[in-house]
């Protein structure tokens, strides 16, 4: 049972192989890179080897990230299906479910995904203190 459940660090290591082989040059995008630890999540293994359709379990999360996680990943438009769900409420974890375009892979999605919604998080918060800089100095 354990041999079908792969780590994020093993596709991670696939990941990095077959950029590899493509090129050379991606290189300069290695630092903006997001890896999450096997500790957070783990790829539930299905019913066939096929990148384009993966589940996901992220242990210690909720709705909060599995609807925001799940917007952000259905507006790329390689992607055919993103879901989530919390198996039961009293196990603390969140399974999302990604299907893609043979354009691309589910791990990829995840990964833009989890990209725009950081993006998303930090425009938010610089235009919130932006807004509250901007109110504190009217005050004075």
Same mark, same amino acid.
């Given at each position: 049972?354990? +041999?079908?459940?792969?780590? @994020?660090?093993? $596709?991670?290591? =696939?990941?990095?192989?077959?950029?590899?082989?493509? /090129?050379?040059? !991606?290189? +300069?995008?290695?630092?903006? @890179?997001?890896? $999450?630890?096997? =500790?957070?999540?783990?790829?539930?293994?299905?019913? /066939?080897?096929? !990148?384009?359709?993966?589940?996901?379990?992220?242990?210690?999360?909720?709705?909060?990230?599995?609807?925001?996680?799940?917007?952000?990943?259905?507006?790329?438009?390689?992607?055919?299906?993103?879901?989530?769900?919390?198996?039961?409420?009293?196990?603390?974890?969140?399974?999302?479910?990604?299907?893609?375009?043979?354009?691309?892979?589910?791990?990829?999605?995840?990964?833009?995904?989890?990209?725009?919604?950081?993006?998303?998080?930090?425009?938010?918060k610089e235009a919130?203190?932006?807004?509250?800089?901007?109110?504190?100095?009217?005050?004075?």
């Amino acid at each position: 049972m354990e +041999e079908d459940k792969r780590t @994020e660090e093993d $596709v991670v290591m =696939d990941d990095a192989q077959s950029e590899e082989e493509q /090129t050379d040059n !991606q290189s +300069e995008n290695a630092e903006d @890179e997001v890896i $999450v630890s096997a =500790d957070k999540m783990e790829i539930i293994a299905g019913a /066939t080897g096929d !990148q384009t359709a993966m589940t996901f379990c992220f242990k210690e999360e909720d709705h909060t990230l599995g609807n925001s996680l799940r917007h952000m990943i259905n507006k790329n438009p390689q992607v055919d299906f993103c879901g989530y769900s919390i198996p039961h409420p009293s196990e603390a974890k969140m399974h999302m479910r990604i299907q893609t375009t043979k354009r691309t892979n589910a791990v990829d999605a995840l990964k833009k995904g989890m990209d725009d919604l950081t993006e998303l998080c930090e425009y938010i918060k610089e235009a919130y203190m932006a807004e509250l800089a901007n109110h504190d100095t009217s005050m004075d």
